[in-house]
């Protein structure tokens, strides 16, 4: 297993997301016995790191992981829940919310705690004196509940820089959506840099983006085939298993994903949210030593992620901004067009309710201004149409919070 060292702590690079555990789609019942299974085999390869969040699979995730831990010492293992401050219609007793996630995850402490899903939206509630929610957390950290603290983002990299300028000092590690897809879509890069320039640590979520990295088209697909074929870089065989050792005979899609991201400075821990255990099974092959990319690995992935992407070639450049009578940001507007073309995400929906009415797709007038300053030649009018008519279809971020509010209370009573 490779591990990293984050300030004394060795942590196994490949931490186990527990958001996906297989459920039964009638009862909602998570398959425990699989999760069990799905938990030795990876403590028994040297994972340690398990990962959870207040309000996975409906509550029930917190539970299913303890379950499966129960047999294991405490101090084996690290464990990460997040406080779910993006939910919240209102100031709630933190610290009774917290207690719950103790209570659920069957500990007095947790090694790592975020705020879940700090984005231009949630930032409001997370810096609310009203919902004093940093400052609660803050006493827990003093009260040796919580060991290191940080933040999961899903945020652009202005709101990233500013949330940590803003406050500097507080969080010991960043979790960010990083993968070779959102390098560049997400400007997971520039993010990158961001969290390594504030000195902190930086946690991988979505390192194959909600799986489909992790079975590529095949016409792409066969790009990395033919790498191997050619013998080019370590994928091409080296520590990887053979089909006589009950493996697959071939590196798999998913392990380039998650070699892409093993050597980037900074990376300490890659989540992957595995449901089956032919997942854990090849997860743990990929991790078993280091294996980093070659540079023509490396390119060719670069270059199947931009074939993958389904949207407009917007570079950020701004040409067209000033020109706009509605003052419209269209590049971030376009980032979450995006978005919503590569799959249908809660993330570009959050962005755009972070912003006020008159700057939302909707408020574009179709004057073709911009388009005359594009140098990519992109109908932005066109796209923005169609951003304001998936936006409007939803899924809405709000409709989700109205829910998730509902469970809060009940489990505060
Ligand atoms: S078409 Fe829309 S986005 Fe472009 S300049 Fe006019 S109002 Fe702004
Ligand atoms: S001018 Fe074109 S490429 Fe530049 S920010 Fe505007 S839409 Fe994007």
Redesign the pocket.
């Known amino acids: 297993m490779i591990y990293r060292n984050f300030k004394g702590q060795k942590l196994s690079q490949l931490g186990f997301g527990c958001m996906r555990f297989a459920s039964d789609p009638e009862t909602g019942e998570i398959d425990q016995a699989k999760v069990n299974a799905m938990f030795d085999l990876a403590i028994r390869e040297g994972v340690n790191y398990f990962d959870t969040a207040y309000p996975y699979l409906g509550g029930k995730s917190e539970i299913a992981m303890a379950e499966a831990l129960s047999g294991y010492p405490r101090e084996s293992y690290y464990l990460a829940d997040k406080f779910p401050g993006h939910s919240l219609t209102g100031p709630i007793d933190n610290i009774a919310l917290f207690n719950v996630s103790l209570r659920k995850c069957r500990t007095d402490y947790f090694d790592f705690y975020l705020l879940h899903n700090v984005t231009e939206w949630s930032v409001q509630f997370y810096e609310s004196e009203e919902y004093h929610i940093i400052p609660d957390l803050l006493q827990m950290k003093k009260e040796g509940k919580i060991r290191y603290f940080g933040f999961s983002c899903h945020a652009g990299p202005d709101m990233l820089d500013a949330f940590l300028t803003r406050h500097e000092g507080v969080f010991d590690f960043v979790q960010i959506q990083l993968n070779y897809l959102d390098w560049t879509m997400q400007d997971a890069k520039i993010k990158c840099d961001i969290i390594r320039k504030h000195g902190l640590g930086i946690w991988v979520m979505e390192p194959v983006r909600g799986g489909k990295l992790a079975v590529l088209p095949e016409s792409e697909s066969a790009k990395l085939r033919a790498l191997r074929e050619r013998g080019v870089g370590s994928g091409s065989g080296g520590a990887y298993a053979s089909a006589a050792d009950g493996g697959l005979a071939e590196p798999s899609d998913a392990s380039y994903a998650f070699r892409f991201l093993q050597d980037l400075p900074g990376v300490t821990v890659i989540l992957s949210g595995m449901n089956e255990v032919f997942q854990v099974e090849d997860n743990l092959r990929t991790f078993r030593e280091e294996n980093p990319l070659s540079d023509e690995e490396r390119s060719v992935l670069l270059d199947i992620a931009e074939n993958l992407k389904r949207g407009v070639?917007?570079?950020?450049?701004?040409?067209?901004?000033d020109g706009c009578p509605m003052e419209l940001d269209?590049?971030y507007l376009?980032q979450c067009y995006n978005d919503y073309k590569f799959a249908t995400t809660m993330t570009p929906s959050m962005r755009i309710d972070a912003l006020p009415e008159d700057k939302r797709p909707s408020a574009c007038i179709g004057c073709g201004q911009?388009m005359h300053?594009?140098?990519?030649g992109?109908d932005?009018p066109s796209a923005l149409a169609e951003l304001a008519e998936m936006y409007e279809k939803g899924p809405h971020w709000g409709d989700v919070v109205a829910q998730r509010a509902k469970s809060i209370e009940e489990d505060l009573k």
């Open positions: 070639p917007c570079t950020a450049c701004r040409y067209c901004c269209i590049p376009l911009c300053a594009c140098p990519q992109i932005v």
